[in-house]
């Protein structure tokens, strides 16, 4: 189900409860367990140098995704100004 900002009208709000990434899936052939494919992530932090970290599973990705989320509710960051134009 998508989000939309009536269930969650703060979703634009202050950059210490907002984080940005971006994720890339695609499949490896003969990469799996018995030459099967297998799935690669890569995810990157957007507004945050545009950091770019790669994923050989999903597991790994979660664990990464978890462990930045819970990191950000004990250090939030302070606001930034946008640089997008509308």
């Not at 939309?4 to 990434?21: C, H, K, L, V």
């Not at 899936?25 to 990157?44: H, I, K, M, S, Y």
């Not at 790994?60 to 100004?81: C, F, K, M, S, T």
Request: proline share 6%; charged share 20%.
């Amino acid at each position: 189900m998508p989000v939309n900002q009536e269930q969650y009208p703060d979703i634009e709000g202050s950059a210490e409860n907002y984080r940005a990434f971006l994720l890339r899936c695609w499949q490896e052939a003969d990469a799996g367990p018995a030459g099967g494919a297998a799935w690669r992530f890569t995810l990157v932090h957007l507004g945050q140098g545009q950091t770019r970290k790669g994923f050989a599973c999903l597991e790994e990705l979660v664990a990464y995704l978890d462990e930045q989320l819970a990191q950000a509710g004990r250090n939030p960051q302070p606001a930034q100004e946008s640089n997008i134009s509308e």
